[in-house]
């Protein structure tokens, strides 16, 4: 693996300022939520940076499921980010649009979005996102989790899973020193460019893994509601219709049946 140098990659961002290089973490999100925490209870800036371990051993995706994270196998980072919380209901899939594009410009994959956050090639789960916020005054501190498997998984990946190694081109070398700073550098030109909505609403549906009239069940807290899938709306939420009616749900796990 090419050795990440953490002062070099900073340099050259515009919108990240920092970059933490950790050799294990519990959990990237988790030390961005102290961190958060931290700022509010002191009154300190909100840094943006970036945290990324070479290993997790409870990282956390959707749900509070496992994110598969051995060592020095994929990208697990959490960028520290600040917003208003009027910009903050397209961020899911802005986020899911940033590390599509990174997969194929990069490695030339066909990667594709799934409502609200996950990231599919040849429909197997090859990136995750997890967001999480804390408010404070008119501005909002956002932990932005993300897993990318680079390595080759092996007979220890969890069913359904994929990594680039798996994905790409034989004749095209995957390092994970090389895959981690081009991605970092991809992500700090996305959360500068500022895209409008309408841009990002399209674009993601332009990625969308979905077909309309796909039947679709999305498990909320409050209960199940299956269908089949209609789109987004304006807001990014998923349509879902069953018979006359039709339901717009804000966050859930969406499983294709």
Known sequence: MTPIDTRALASRLQTIESVALISKATSTNLLGRRIAEECIENELPFPSAVVIAREQTEGKGRI???????????????????????????????????????????????????????????????????????SHEESVSLMIGIGINVEALGAEAPEGATSIADEADPNQAVDLGSATEAFIEHLDAGLGR??????????????????????????????????????IDEQGRAVVRHGDQVTHVAAGDLIVL
């Open 64 to 134: 509070s499921r496992a994110w598969f994270s051995p060592k020095d196998k994929g990208i697990y980072a959490t960028i520290l980010h600040s917003r208003s919380a009027e910009n903050l209901a397209l961020l899911p899939l802005e986020v899911g649009i940033m590390v599509a594009s990174f997969l194929r410009e990069t490695y030339g994959l066909d990667a594709r979005v799934k409502w609200p956050n996950d990231v599919l090639v040849g429909g197997k789960k090859i990136a995750g996102i997890l967001i999480e916020a804390k």
């Open 194 to 231: 500022k895209p409008d909505s309408e841009t990002i609403l399209s674009e993601w549906r332009g990625l969308s893994t979905h077909q309309k009239g796909d039947r679709i069940s999305v498990y909320l807290p409050s209960g199940e509601v299956s269908g089949t899938w209609d789109g």
